[in-house]
Protein backbone atom coordinates (compact mmCIF):
# COMPACT_ATOMS: atom_id res chain seq x y z
CA UNK A 1 0.00 0.00 0.00
CA UNK A 2 1.14 3.56 -0.61
CA UNK A 3 2.08 5.73 1.86
CA UNK A 4 1.17 9.81 2.53
CA UNK A 5 4.92 10.36 1.19
CA UNK A 6 4.80 8.26 -1.52
CA UNK A 7 1.96 9.67 -2.88
CA UNK A 8 2.97 13.27 -2.24
CA UNK A 9 6.10 12.27 -3.99
CA UNK A 10 3.57 10.74 -7.74
CA UNK A 11 1.96 13.80 -7.41
CA UNK A 12 4.31 16.04 -7.51
CA UNK A 13 6.45 13.57 -10.88
CA UNK A 14 2.95 12.84 -12.62
CA UNK A 15 2.39 16.79 -11.97
CA UNK A 16 5.65 17.25 -13.82
CA UNK A 17 5.33 14.63 -16.71
CA UNK A 18 1.61 16.14 -17.81
CA UNK A 19 2.54 19.67 -17.09
CA UNK A 20 5.41 19.51 -19.59
CA UNK A 21 3.34 17.70 -22.20
CA UNK A 22 0.24 19.36 -21.91
CA UNK A 23 1.30 22.74 -20.10
CA UNK A 24 -0.35 23.75 -17.10
CA UNK A 25 -4.00 24.98 -17.85
CA UNK A 26 -4.06 22.16 -20.06
CA UNK A 27 -3.85 19.58 -16.34
CA UNK A 28 -6.61 19.41 -14.02
CA UNK A 29 -6.38 18.35 -10.86
CA UNK A 30 -8.68 14.99 -11.78
CA UNK A 31 -6.12 14.31 -14.46
CA UNK A 32 -3.59 14.38 -11.93
CA UNK A 33 -5.21 12.40 -9.22
CA UNK A 34 -6.17 9.71 -12.02
CA UNK A 35 -2.71 8.90 -13.17
CA UNK A 36 -1.25 8.86 -9.66
CA UNK A 37 -4.50 6.33 -8.88
CA UNK A 38 -6.03 8.08 -6.01
CA UNK A 39 -9.16 10.27 -5.59
CA UNK A 40 -9.16 13.88 -6.51
CA UNK A 41 -9.93 14.50 -2.95
CA UNK A 42 -6.16 12.88 -1.75
CA UNK A 43 -4.35 15.29 -3.75
CA UNK A 44 -5.66 17.67 -1.18
CA UNK A 45 -4.04 16.15 1.53
CA UNK A 46 -0.57 17.20 -0.01
CA UNK A 47 -0.89 19.80 -1.54
CA UNK A 48 -3.59 22.90 -1.76
CA UNK A 49 -4.17 23.54 -5.24
CA UNK A 50 -2.44 23.18 -8.40
CA UNK A 51 -0.91 25.86 -8.40
CA UNK A 52 1.04 25.05 -4.84
CA UNK A 53 2.42 22.03 -6.74
CA UNK A 54 3.61 24.40 -9.58
CA UNK A 55 5.15 26.26 -6.57
CA UNK A 56 7.10 22.89 -5.28
CA UNK A 57 8.29 22.17 -8.92
CA UNK A 58 10.06 25.55 -9.37
CA UNK A 59 11.48 25.55 -5.58
CA UNK A 60 12.33 21.88 -6.67
CA UNK A 61 14.38 23.38 -9.95
CA UNK A 62 16.14 26.21 -8.00
CA UNK A 63 17.34 23.93 -5.50
CA UNK A 64 18.98 21.68 -8.03
CA UNK A 65 20.48 24.49 -9.92
CA UNK A 66 21.70 26.41 -7.01
CA UNK A 67 23.35 22.77 -5.52
CA UNK A 68 25.65 22.79 -8.37
CA UNK A 69 26.29 26.25 -8.69
CA UNK A 70 30.02 26.79 -8.63
CA UNK A 71 30.83 29.82 -5.98
CA UNK A 72 32.91 32.78 -6.38
CA UNK A 73 36.13 31.56 -4.75
CA UNK A 74 35.57 28.32 -6.83
CA UNK A 75 35.40 30.15 -10.12
CA UNK A 76 38.41 32.00 -9.44
CA UNK A 77 40.65 28.95 -8.69
CA UNK A 78 39.26 27.89 -11.85
CA UNK A 79 40.12 30.61 -13.98
CA UNK A 80 44.15 30.11 -12.34
CA UNK A 81 43.95 26.97 -13.64
CA UNK A 82 43.03 27.93 -17.66
CA UNK A 83 39.89 29.86 -18.67
CA UNK A 84 39.16 26.45 -21.18
CA UNK A 85 38.85 24.70 -17.39
CA UNK A 86 36.97 27.37 -15.68
CA UNK A 87 34.24 27.17 -18.44
CA UNK A 88 34.06 23.53 -18.74
CA UNK A 89 33.69 23.03 -15.03
CA UNK A 90 30.26 25.43 -15.15
CA UNK A 91 29.20 23.72 -18.67
CA UNK A 92 29.19 20.01 -17.47
CA UNK A 93 27.74 21.14 -13.57
CA UNK A 94 24.77 23.11 -15.99
CA UNK A 95 24.62 20.18 -18.78
CA UNK A 96 24.67 16.89 -15.74
CA UNK A 97 21.24 18.68 -14.72
CA UNK A 98 20.16 18.43 -17.63
CA UNK A 99 20.74 15.24 -18.08
CA UNK A 100 18.25 14.69 -15.67
CA UNK A 101 15.03 13.63 -17.07
CA UNK A 102 12.68 15.33 -14.32
CA UNK A 103 14.88 18.73 -14.61
CA UNK A 104 14.96 18.51 -18.35
CA UNK A 105 10.81 18.44 -18.43
CA UNK A 106 10.81 21.40 -16.08
CA UNK A 107 12.85 23.37 -17.81
CA UNK A 108 10.54 22.79 -20.43
CA UNK A 109 6.99 23.70 -18.31
CA UNK A 110 8.95 27.18 -17.58
CA UNK A 111 9.38 27.93 -21.16
CA UNK A 112 6.51 27.22 -22.60
CA UNK A 113 4.57 29.07 -19.83
CA UNK A 114 6.40 32.17 -19.35
CA UNK A 115 4.88 33.59 -22.44
CA UNK A 116 1.55 33.52 -21.02
CA UNK A 117 1.39 32.73 -17.36
CA UNK A 118 2.62 36.02 -15.14
CA UNK A 119 3.57 34.09 -12.23
CA UNK A 120 6.41 32.24 -14.61
CA UNK A 121 6.86 35.24 -16.50
CA UNK A 122 7.71 36.48 -13.17
CA UNK A 123 10.10 33.65 -11.81
CA UNK A 124 11.59 33.32 -15.51
CA UNK A 125 13.04 36.91 -15.71
CA UNK A 126 13.88 36.92 -11.80
CA UNK A 127 15.61 33.47 -11.03
CA UNK A 128 16.26 32.93 -14.78
CA UNK A 129 17.33 35.92 -16.46
CA UNK A 130 18.65 37.94 -14.16
CA UNK A 131 20.33 36.15 -11.66
CA UNK A 132 22.58 34.26 -14.11
CA UNK A 133 23.30 37.27 -16.20
CA UNK A 134 24.39 39.45 -12.51
CA UNK A 135 26.27 35.92 -11.53
CA UNK A 136 27.92 36.14 -15.20
CA UNK A 137 28.66 40.04 -14.84
CA UNK A 138 30.39 39.13 -11.84
CA UNK A 139 32.59 36.70 -13.29
CA UNK A 140 33.54 39.00 -16.26
CA UNK A 141 34.18 41.18 -13.60
CA UNK A 142 36.53 38.55 -12.11
CA UNK A 143 38.75 38.41 -15.62
CA UNK A 144 39.05 41.59 -15.65
CA UNK A 145 40.66 41.58 -12.11
CA UNK A 146 42.90 39.06 -12.90
CA UNK A 147 43.98 41.06 -15.97
CA UNK A 148 42.19 38.08 -18.35
CA UNK A 149 40.17 40.15 -20.81
CA UNK A 150 40.25 44.20 -21.47
CA UNK A 151 38.66 46.28 -18.28
CA UNK A 152 37.09 48.56 -21.01
CA UNK A 153 34.78 46.05 -21.96
CA UNK A 154 31.40 45.67 -20.89
CA UNK A 155 30.73 43.04 -18.42
CA UNK A 156 27.15 43.31 -18.60
CA UNK A 157 27.16 43.30 -22.62
CA UNK A 158 29.19 39.84 -22.60
CA UNK A 159 27.03 38.46 -20.12
CA UNK A 160 24.24 39.29 -21.83
CA UNK A 161 25.40 38.01 -25.28
CA UNK A 162 26.59 34.94 -23.57
CA UNK A 163 23.49 33.80 -21.64
CA UNK A 164 21.00 34.78 -23.93
CA UNK A 165 22.93 32.92 -26.47
CA UNK A 166 22.16 29.75 -24.48
CA UNK A 167 18.91 30.94 -23.44
CA UNK A 168 17.80 30.70 -27.28
CA UNK A 169 19.42 26.89 -27.39
CA UNK A 170 16.82 25.75 -25.11
CA UNK A 171 13.71 27.38 -26.25
CA UNK A 172 14.68 26.13 -30.00
CA UNK A 173 15.17 22.36 -28.24
CA UNK A 174 12.53 22.40 -25.83
CA UNK A 175 9.63 24.76 -27.89
CA UNK A 176 10.75 24.98 -31.22
CA UNK A 177 11.43 21.78 -32.00
CA UNK A 178 9.91 19.67 -29.31
CA UNK A 179 9.68 16.92 -29.39
CA UNK A 180 13.99 15.77 -30.49
CA UNK A 181 16.37 13.58 -28.95
CA UNK A 182 18.05 15.13 -25.52
CA UNK A 183 20.86 13.53 -25.36
CA UNK A 184 21.71 14.85 -28.85
CA UNK A 185 20.89 18.05 -27.70
CA UNK A 186 22.74 18.47 -24.62
CA UNK A 187 26.24 17.59 -26.77
CA UNK A 188 25.25 20.42 -29.25
CA UNK A 189 24.41 22.40 -26.57
CA UNK A 190 27.88 22.13 -24.82
CA UNK A 191 29.75 21.91 -28.51
CA UNK A 192 27.39 25.49 -29.39
CA UNK A 193 28.18 26.95 -25.97
CA UNK A 194 31.88 26.50 -26.21
CA UNK A 195 32.26 27.76 -29.60
CA UNK A 196 30.55 30.42 -28.42
CA UNK A 197 32.03 32.00 -25.30
CA UNK A 198 35.34 31.34 -26.87
CA UNK A 199 33.94 33.70 -29.59
CA UNK A 200 33.41 36.16 -27.12
CA UNK A 201 36.53 35.59 -25.08
CA UNK A 202 38.74 36.13 -27.66
CA UNK A 203 37.28 39.38 -28.48
CA UNK A 204 38.44 40.99 -25.48
CA UNK A 205 41.26 39.00 -24.21
CA UNK A 206 44.18 40.53 -23.25
Not at 22 to 44: N, P
Not at 111 to 119: R, T
Request: glycine share 2%; proline share 1%.
Amino acid sequence: MATKSNNKERIFDVSIDLFSEHGYDGVSIRQIAKEVGIKESSIYNHYKSKESIMDAILDYYIDRMMSNDIPVSQASENLDVSFDYFYESGLNAFASQLKDEKMSKITRIILIESYHNEKMKNFMKDSIISQAIDSWMVLFDLMKSKKLIDENCDSMQLAESFYKFGLFLLYEHYVINYPEDDVKFIEELSRKSQNHINLLFNSVKL
